[in-house]
C-alpha cells in the first residue's frame, strides 16, 4: 500500500503524484514486466450527495466534511493474445485499489499522442505500401504524410481496433507547407494489436465507387496558409488591449476557482472533456453544478467506400484535454490575461504538465444596454464586458476554439469556433460530386456535420429543477376578443417524463429549466433560466446507418434526463469502434421522472459544413454559440448597477454627438388641469 494522499478538494484535477501512484497501484496487480498501455488516468468525480454538503461548508465556512479521493484509470495490456482493456478505481484516500473491471472485446479506448506517431510510422514503413507509394512516381525530396483517423464502424471486420490511414504529399522540405493540398488515393489500414498494416485501400476518386490502379501523380501548385507564403497586407494598424489596473476577475485555489462582476465559479479540466465549470453562481444564488462540452461527432457525406465509415468523436476517440494547445505561444487571448496549466498522464502512466491549456480574460462586447431620453437627449449606456474562459484543441487538421462567455446580465453562453483545414481527399480532374466541394486542383473536401453536445447540469436555486418550454401561437379571430385578428399568446408545457424533443421555429418554441419552488416576487412566476440555441439540422445518416446509432445525441436538440452517477457522456463511454447503445439515447428512454427532481439538460447544436472554396487552405472561423439566460430570476435587469459607459473611463479617440430632437410635454396642475 502507498501512502495516502492528503485532503484536497473534492473536484480538483488529479495532482502530478496522484498520477503516478494510480499508474504504481495498477501496475502492482500484475507480475513483474507486464506491459500496461495507460489511455487516461483522471478524477473519479465523488457522488453529488457527497459533495453538495461539501461546497455548501465551504460557503458557510464550516467544517469541512471529509469526501473519499478517487481516480478512474483506463489501460491495456500489451502483448496479450487479445486486445484486453481494463478500467480501474483507485481509492486514493486510502492508497489503495478499490476495482479493477475487464471490459469486452466491443469496447475500445480513445487514441493517444505515442499511439498516433507509432501508426504512422507503421504505416509508412509497411514494405507494400511502400511499393504503391513508388507506383506515383513523385518527385526526388517529396515527403508522403500520414494522417491517422479513427477506422470507426460498419459492422464488416470492424471489431478489432483499427486506423484507417490517409496519405497527402508534401513537396517541401519546410514542415508547415500543406499536405491537405496534395492528397494521395492510398490509404494503409493498421491493426493496433499486431501493429501491422492489414490491408491498403485504394480511394475512389471519381464519381462512383471504382477503385483505379494506382498512377504516376500529378504534382500540383502549392496553396499555403503560413504567413511567409503570402504578400500580406501594409495597411493594418494595431489594435491592443491596455489594462492599466489589471483585470476585473480573481483567482483562487490554486487558479481553478474565479469571482467577477458577481460570478463565482470552479474550472476543472480533465482528459476528455477538457474544460469542466462547476458550482457557479450568480449574486450568491446557485445555477449550475456543473456544465462540460459532453461529445461531438463529425460525420462525413461521401457514401463510398472507406469514407462511409468516416465520423470522428473527436472528445471520445482523442479527447479536449489532451488535444489542447499551449495558449500562451500565440496570440489566443488579448489583454490582462490568467493561464490555466493541467497535469495530464501519458501511455506509460507518467504526469505530464500541460502548459496554459485555458486561458481567461476579459473584452468588450459592445453595448450592453442603453436608452436616450429624447425629451432632455440625456443617453443612460452601460457597456458589456465578457468573461472569457477559453480553450483550443487541435484534432489533426481541425481547430476548435471552445470558450464559457458571461456577462454583466446574468447570462453565460457556450461558443465553438470552428477552423483549422478541411479533410481533403484527392478527385480527377474535370469532376463534381454532390457530397463535396472541389476546393483546389484535385482536391475534393467532403460535406460533414459538426454536432455539439453541450451538459448542463441545473441547480437553479437548489437540485429540484424541471424543463420547460414554451410556444407563441396566434389568437383565433374572435368578434370580442380578437376582432382584427392581431392577438397572441404564449403557451407553457412542463416535460413530464425524460426524451429527446425537437425545436419548432414555426412557433418560437423556447426551452427553460425552471425551479417550480422559487417563485419571482414579481409576477410569481418559477425562476428559471432558458436556452437560446441556433436552428439544429440533426444527423443526416439514417437511423439504420452505424452514424445515427453510435451519435446517440444527434437526433433532437434537447435531450433531458434524471440525473445519474457517472452519466456524462452524450455517446457512451467509449466511442472508438462503437455500436451505439450506451448513451443518451438510451438514458432518456428510461421514461424517468424529471419534474421537479435532479435532471441534466443536453442541448445539442451544431454546423453542417458545405465547404467553400474560401475555406481552403485554412478555414476562417465558423461560430456558433449557446445561452443560457435568465427568465424572471431577477426582479429587474441584472446589469443596471454596471458603471455607465463614459470618456474618462474608457478613453475613445473621437466623441459622439449627442440625440436631441425638439419636444413637448404636458404638465398637470395643481388644479388636476393638463396645461401645455
Not at 476548435?400 to 481533403?424: C, D, K, P
Not at 475534393?444 to 420547460?468: W, Y
Not at 445519474?564 to 467509449?574: C, D, I, R, T, V
Not at 473611463?649 to 398637470?668: C, K, M
Request: with cysteine; net charge negative.
Amino acid at each position: 500500500m502507498l501512502e495516502k494522499v492528503a485532503a484536497v478538494h473534492p473536484l480538483m484535477p488529479l495532482s502530478s503524484s496522484e498520477i503516478t501512484t494510480c499508474a504504481h497501484l495498477v501496475g502492482d496487480q500484475y507480475p513483474l514486466g507486464t506491459s500496461l498501455q495507460f489511455k487516461a488516468i483522471t478524477l473519479l468525480e465523488p457522488k453529488k450527495e457527497h459533495v453538495i454538503p461539501y461546497l455548501a461548508a465551504e460557503r458557510e465556512r464550516t467544517c469541512l466534511p471529509g469526501v473519499a479521493r478517487r481516480a478512474f484509470v483506463v489501460y491495456y495490456i500489451r502483448n496479450t493474445s487479445m486486445d484486453k482493456l481494463h478500467e480501474a478505481i483507485v481509492d486514493l484516500s486510502k492508497g489503495q485499489m478499490e476495482s479493477v473491471v475487464r471490459l469486452g472485446p466491443e469496447h475500445h479506448s480513445s487514441s493517444d499522442g505515442e499511439e498516433i506517431v507509432r501508426i504512422e510510422e507503421i504505416a509508412l514503413g509497411d514494405k507494400e505500401v511502400k511499393a504503391e507509394i513508388a507506383k506515383l512516381q513523385l518527385p526526388p525530396g517529396t515527403i508522403v504524410v500520414s494522417d491517422p483517423w479513427i477506422y470507426g464502424s460498419d459492422g464488416d471486420r470492424d471489431e478489432r481496433r483499427q486506423f484507417q490511414c490517409f496519405l497527402y504529399a508534401r513537396n517541401s522540405k519546410e514542415a508547415d507547407f500543406n499536405h491537405y493540398a496534395l492528397p494521395i488515393a492510398i490509404s494503409p489500414v493498421v491493426d493496433v494489436q499486431t501493429e501491422r498494416v492489414i490491408r491498403i485501400d485504394l480511394l475512389p476518386t471519381g464519381t462512383d465507387q471504382v477503385n483505379r490502379e494506382t498512377q504516376p501523380y500529378i504534382i500540383r501548385p502549392p496553396n499555403d496558409y503560413v504567413p511567409e507564403a503570402q504578400k500580406l497586407r501594409a495597411n493594418l494598424k494595431p489594435l491592443t488591449v491596455v489594462q492599466e489596473e489589471g483585470a476585473s476577475f480573481t483567482v483562487s485555489q490554486g487558479g481553478h476557482v474565479i469571482d467577477w462582476q458577481k460570478w463565482s465559479f470552479r474550472i476543472g479540466f480533465n482528459q476528455r472533456e477538457g474544460m469542466v465549470l462547476y458550482n457557479v453562481y450568480y449574486d450568491g444564488r446557485s445555477l449550475f453544478y456543473r456544465l462540460s462540452l459532453s461529445d461531438m461527432s463529425i460525420p462525413y457525406a461521401d457514401p463510398r467506400s472507406p469514407f462511409h465509415r468516416k465520423a470522428a468523436f473527436d472528445l471520445g476517440d482523442a479527447g479536449a484535454g489532451i488535444m489542447a494547445n499551449n495558449l500562451k505561444l500565440g496570440c489566443d487571448c488579448l489583454g490582462s490575461i490568467h493561464y490555466l496549466s493541467a497535469v495530464l498522464s501519458n501511455e506509460k502512466g507518467e504526469a505530464v504538465p500541460f502548459e496554459n491549456v485555458v486561458c481567461i480574460h476579459e473584452q468588450d462586447a459592445g453595448i450592453g444596454w442603453k436608452h436616450t431620453n429624447y425629451r432632455t437627449g440625456r443617453a443612460a449606456l452601460v457597456r458589456s464586458r465578457e468573461l472569457i474562459v477559453q480553450s483550443i484543441i487541435t484534432v489533426s487538421n481541425y481547430e476548435y476554439v471552445l470558450a464559457f462567455v458571461f456577462n454583466q446580465a446574468g447570462e453565460v453562453g457556450y461558443e465553438v469556433r470552428a477552423t483549422g483545414i478541411l479533410s481533403t481527399q484527392p478527385i480527377d480532374d474535370g469532376v463534381e460530386v454532390p457530397w463535396g466541394t472541389v476546393v483546389h486542383p484535385g482536391v475534393l473536401a467532403a460535406h460533414h456535420q459538426h454536432i455539439f453536445c453541450l451538459r448542463v447540469d441545473p441547480a437553479l436555486d437548489g437540485l429540484d429543477n424541471r424543463l420547460a418550454y414554451g410556444e407563441v401561437h396566434a389568437l383565433p379571430r374572435d368578434p370580442k376578443m380578437n376582432p382584427h385578428g392581431t392577438g397572441y399568446v404564449a403557451r407553457e408545457t412542463i416535460v413530464e417524463e425524460s426524451s429527446g424533443l425537437d425545436q419548432d421555429h414555426n412557433h418560437s418554441r423556447t426551452f427553460e429549466i425552471q425551479n417550480a419552488a422559487i417563485r419571482n416576487p414579481i409576477n410569481g412566476k418559477p425562476v428559471a433560466y432558458k436556452i437560446q440555441a441556433p436552428p439544429f439540422q440533426k444527423m443526416l445518416a439514417d437511423k439504420d446507418s452505424f452514424h445515427h446509432k453510435r451519435a446517440e445525441f444527434a437526433d433532437h436538440p434537447i435531450y433531458v434526463t434524471a440525473y445519474k452517477e457517472g452519466e456524462l457522456y452524450a455517446g457512451g463511454k467509449y466511442t472508438n469502434q462503437s455500436r451505439g447503445g450506451s448513451g443518451i439515447r438510451g438514458w432518456a428512454n428510461r421514461k424517468d421522472n424529471v419534474k421537479d427532481t435532479d435532471i441534466v439538460v443536453w442541448v445539442q447544436f451544431g454546423i453542417n459544413h458545405i465547404p467553400r472554396i474560401e475555406d481552403f487552405p485554412v478555414m476562417p472561423c465558423e461560430i456558433v454559440k449557446v445561452a443560457l439566460k435568465p427568465v424572471n430570476f431577477f426582479c429587474k435587469n441584472p446589469a443596471l448597477d454596471v458603471p455607465p459607459s463614459e470618456q474618462a473611463f474608457n478613453r475613445s479617440v473621437l466623441l459622439s454627438e449627442t440625440h436631441h430632437q425638439p419636444t413637448t410635454g404636458a404638465t398637470v396642475s395643481q388644479k388636476g388641469e393638463v396645461l401645455l
